[in-house]
């Protein structure tokens, strides 16, 4: 018998199939203005980086938060990125610099759901921002794996 | 109800004057405002007391103001009262906050620099200059412009809040003039008085907003806005006023080192 993953970030959780009432009339728009998302995909140089308010989300967010797109990625510019499986993050924190010096962003918000690995998203964006010789405002928002409510929220920078 | 709501706080506690004491009980510093143009509602959603505690505070205004009338206890965690939130504020708010910090040192000095003027045989007129030109250049052209000039175009202008913060600067203004026409006129008494004044107004002030404003600018503020106003205010600071920050703490330094440390 093999013994269950104790991570948090890889636990087996069953939520049950009990039906989530909400207000889902109607067909909602997507609010993504951009390809590609993925973080290594991305490049500073792209115009619609200039100036924008970026959203660097981790990859589990999206299908956690009912209302991602409604309530987070509308009128942001986003990449995304698993902090737990992807290689190559010094490239991350690189291409955070560059979009926080080159492209001189407006903001950057962290989305992480509240799994301890995720945290190490944050951290990538908080040594980008300390590489940078600009300054600019982060938040984090933390979401919850049930639920997808937001747990906290916060500016870090 | 809804028309105490939309009416002015110091009307509203001239009528049921038991609205005061619940008002003071959550800390809210309401009762001794001068300007009390602020709706009630406005007053109850702007202070950082807490969800909960808003419902209660709430619950306790009704019925001061209809004792016979049946109004819904809100359930609440009775430890939580009077507890207000951690103030987290945003990267410009935080600007602001800590600029604070330095205007308040300088607060802090004032009831010793008035004192000398009082007990000192010899008059040195030296700390009280330093003192107006510390309020004139850093709180007022450098801090009290960033909010005039940027932050407060983010809002309406023209509301109650907002207003009674800008009277507040305007009668700081006045009273560092009198500070100026005291020394002038060689009038020490009225150079005390207006200083103990201005450091009286702006501790009241500087609180307001500490505890009351910038939390509720930064609920209203978008990410955006808050990115443009860290930006523009940064702007201010690397700008034409690159250096205040550093030429006036040290400033404050100085009348440390003589009126706080001996």
Redesign the interface.
């Given at each position: 018998m093999s013994k269950e993953c104790e991570c948090p970030g890889a636990k087996m959780q069953d939520f049950g199939k009990e039906e989530v009432k909400g207000a889902e009339e109607g067909k909602r728009a997507s609010q993504l203005r951009q390809w590609p998302v993925q973080l290594h995909l991305v490049s500073p140089e792209a115009p619609y980086f200039q100036k924008a308010?970026v959203l660097l989300s981790a990859d589990c967010v999206a299908y956690s938060a009912g209302d991602f797109h409604k309530e987070y990625m509308k009128?942001?510019t986003i990449a995304i990125a698993c902090p737990k499986l992807d290689e190559g993050q010094e490239t991350y924190i690189e291409k955070i610099t560059s979009l926080i010096d080159d492209a001189k962003i407006?903001?950057l918000?962290v989305m992480t759901m509240e799994v301890p690995c995720c945290g190490v998203l944050v951290s990538i964006a908080q040594k980008g921002l300390q590489a940078a010789k600009r300054?600019?405002?982060v938040?984090s928002i933390v979401i919850g794996i049930r639920g997808g409510n937001v747990l906290s929220e916060?500016?870090i920078? | 109800m809804q028309a105490y709501l939309n009416a002015p706080i110091k009307e509203v506690i001239s009528k049921f004057p038991k609205v005061a004491d619940i008002l003071n009980g959550y800390e809210i510093g309401c009762v001794p405002c001068s300007v009390g143009t602020c709706l009630l509602k406005d007053v109850v959603a702007i202070h950082n007391i807490g969800e909960e505690n808003k419902a209660q505070l709430m619950y306790e205004v009704e019925k001061a103001i209809y004792p016979d009338r049946e109004v819904k206890r809100p359930v609440i965690n009775k430890a939580a009262k009077a507890k207000p939130e951690i103030l987290?504020?945003?990267?410009?708010l935080?600007m602001l906050v800590n600029e604070h910090l330095l205007i308040k040192r300088l607060l802090n000095c004032v009831p010793a620099i008035v004192k000398a003027l009082k007990e000192d045989t010899v008059i040195d007129k030296e700390p009280v200059i330093g003192a107006v030109d510390f309020i004139r250049m850093y709180a007022d052209k450098f801090h009290h412009a960033k909010e005039e000039d940027i932050l407060f175009k983010y809002f309406d202008e023209k509301a109650d809040i907002i207003q009674a913060m800008l009277n507040d600067h305007v009668e700081g203004r006045s009273h560092v003039k009198e500070v100026l026409n005291g020394l002038k006129d060689n009038k020490i008494d009225a150079v005390s008085q207006h200083l103990s004044a201005y450091a009286e107004l702006l501790t009241g002030h500087i609180k307001k907003e500490d505890e009351i404003l910038y939390p509720w600018m930064d609920k209203n503020l978008t990410?955006?806005q808050?990115?443009?106003l860290?930006?523009k205010f940064?702007a201010v600071d690397n700008g034409l006023q690159r250096g205040v920050e550093e030429t006036y703490k040290g400033r404050i330094e100085d009348l440390e080192a003589k009126f706080i440390q001996k």
């Open positions: 308010d009128g942001k407006n903001t918000t300054k600019i405002p938040k916060e500016w920078s | 987290r504020y945003s990267p410009p935080r990410v955006k808050v990115g443009e860290f930006d940064n």
